[in-house]
């Protein structure tokens, strides 16, 4: 008998919180702020914790650094590659020197000399071969010779003939390839080390440091977590029976204890989904019970923190209502 009542007075109470809810033109929630969180790029171990929890930071302030002690003589001599590298390019792009040209020149006129001293040695042991003053034997040395100071100053010829010509397109092109692979590399290992150092992307308030100096984070561990300070807003829950006359810009007042003023907003995005139960299992009786998540901007800027539970009525619902 005594559980027969028990359950008679919980359903009541259940009733009576229903119709509360269904009469209400109100909605709660808590305060809160974009949370930011970021995040590592790499395992290197942490460096330096800049800032304490609670500081206010603004946007591209150091938080975290990481250390650098691998990674810098990678960029290091990366840099230097492209030093070689840009340097043979203008070598390449300006073409040989005037002075090997005339270097060049220098010996064909003396591989030329050559071959004229090697062919009048050859005629006067020619002609004294016909006297039998000298041996065939000898003719052939010299013939030999002949040759060899005639291929020598052909070698030097086409020598002189690419420097006079200059450095081919294709080598220019090719050495314009290497300066910019080696500029991607550098650009490259500038940005690895710039993500280091983990700096907050806007304004806000440190609010969590979950990282110690020396501990080494995985990619993509949270090491700082921000709240941004461009924005504060009120996160509530819209009951179902003024769902359908709320719309986004409406006036909203914002209170919670310890604050005698309301804080004014406007309804910024109202969720199109129920938090609780899918509409297509309750009862008409049930659906009172529906909430909507909702966000309301609030105009003014408060160092009211983050969590506080608010209630917030809506003006515009007030003066529609019979």
């Known amino acids: 008998m005594k559980c027969s009542q028990s359950l008679l007075g919980f359903c009541l109470l259940v009733g009576l919180c229903g119709c509360d809810l269904a009469r209400s033109e109100y909605a709660v929630g808590t305060l809160e702020r974009d949370r930011i969180h970021l995040a590592a790029d790499s395992a290197e171990p942490i460096a330096a914790v800049d800032v304490r929890e609670g500081d206010r930071v603004s946007a591209g302030a150091v938080l975290v650094r990481q250390n650098t002690d691998r990674i810098m003589p990678v960029l290091e001599r990366t840099r230097a590659e492209l030093a070689i590298s840009r340097a043979q390019l203008a070598e390449a792009e300006s073409g040989p020197r005037s002075q090997q040209i005339e270097q060049a020149r220098a010996r064909r006129r003396a591989a030329a000399s050559a071959v004229g001293i090697a062919q009048r040695e050859l005629d006067r042991q020619r002609s004294l071969i016909a006297q039998n003053y000298t041996s065939e034997n000898a003719v052939d040395v010299l013939q030999e010779r002949l040759e060899e100071a005639q291929a020598r100053r052909q070698e030097i010829q086409a020598e002189l003939a690419l420097l006079e010509e200059g450095t081919r397109s294709?080598?220019?092109?090719?050495?314009?390839?290497?300066?910019?692979?080696?500029?991607?590399?550098?650009?490259?290992?500038?940005?690895?080390?710039?993500?280091?150092?983990i700096a907050a992307p806007v304004a806000g308030i440190v609010d969590s440091l979950p990282m110690e100096i020396g501990e080494r984070p995985q990619p993509g561990q949270t090491v700082a977590v921000l709240l941004s300070a461009d924005r504060i807003y009120a996160r509530v829950h819209v009951p179902e029976p003024i769902r359908t006359r709320l719309l986004v810009g409406d006036r909203a007042l914002v209170t919670m204890d310890g604050y005698a003023d309301a804080l004014t907003g406007r309804v910024r995005w109202i969720s199109a989904d129920a938090a609780f139960t899918p509409y297509y299992a309750l009862t008409q009786h049930d659906r009172s019970r529906l909430a909507y998540l909702a966000e309301i901007d609030l105009t003014a800027a408060t160092d009211i923190p983050v969590g506080m539970p608010?209630?917030?009525?809506?003006?515009?619902?007030?003066q529609d209502s019979p």
């Open 170 to 197: 294709e080598l220019i092109d090719a050495a314009r390839a290497e300066v910019r692979a080696r500029e991607a590399a550098v650009s490259e290992l500038e940005v690895s080390i710039a993500r280091l150092q």
């Open 310 to 318: 608010v209630e917030v009525r809506f003006p515009d619902l007030l």
